[in-house]
């Protein structure tokens, strides 16, 4: 079974400008969630989307957005990029919603930097 | 809010020493928790995990006992190996946040041959 697949590997941005991430899931895995990993913040949650509904959403600002597809693939963009915004993102899938037993799957992530 | 915490790394140790890596948490009522490992350039990998108080969660050689009375989860291997060198880390997940995964930090293990 293929694993969780994100493209692109490395991305490198200017200030200012919009990306999109992308995520493929397991197959059969319909919740993906998406997490932002950098040195000084750490992993953070940023949103978790099943059946294309976005369940739960952390503490990021509007220009953190996200999208689910009807076959559970899913989109993140980041508008107007911000130096700080360089992190590697990291998303994961699981068969259920997010939950006490749910197995988290992640991907290798996207390293963003922005210039 | 939740929170886990993790000592700092990075934490070095010759191969066949015992490794223990503290975590702890503010939750209230019962999370459950992980234990997650990333190897260089890649994702996370769950390592084990425990849903209830003085559940043991165990993979790999490595343990970690779910503590209610002292809200730990320490991470503990008898004999690591060169191939255990990667970033581990804590992290809970429970309703009163929306089952949102709280992360600890991150302790860095090197383990030298």
């Known amino acids: 079974k293929a694993g969780v697949t994100q493209t692109p590997r490395y991305l490198i941005k200017t200030r200012g400008q919009q990306v999109t991430l992308s995520c493929s899931p397991i197959?059969?895995?319909?919740?993906v969630s998406w997490y932002q990993q950098t040195p000084g913040q750490g992993l953070q949650f940023l949103f978790e989307?099943?059946?294309?509904?976005?369940?739960n959403k952390g503490n990021f600002p509007g220009r953190f957005s996200g999208r689910q597809f009807s076959n559970s693939r899913s989109e993140m963009n980041v508008s107007t990029l911000e130096l700080g915004d360089s992190a590697l993102y990291l998303c994961?899938?699981?068969?259920?919603?997010?939950?006490?037993?749910?197995?988290?799957?992640f991907g290798n992530g996207t390293r963003l930097t922005v210039t | 809010g939740n929170s886990v915490t993790q000592m700092e790394g990075p934490v070095t140790l010759s191969e066949e020493a015992f490794l223990t890596i503290n975590c702890t948490y503010t939750a209230t009522g019962y999370p459950s928790l992980f234990w997650y490992v990333q190897y260089p350039g890649e994702g996370l990998q769950l390592l084990l995990k425990a849903t209830k108080a003085d559940d043991k969660g165990s993979n790999k050689g490595f343990e970690a006992t779910y503590r209610k009375e002292t809200t730990s989860f320490h991470l503990e291997k008898g004999s690591v190996q060169v191939s255990d060198s990667a970033v581990y880390f804590c992290a809970l997940i429970h309703n009163n946040a929306g089952n949102m995964l709280t992360f600890g930090g991150g302790t860095r293990l090197m383990v030298k041959p």
């Open positions: 989307y099943f059946s294309e509904t976005q369940r």
């Open positions: 994961a899938s699981s068969p259920a919603p997010l939950g006490r037993d749910s197995p988290l799957h």
């Open positions: 197959s059969g895995h319909r919740s």
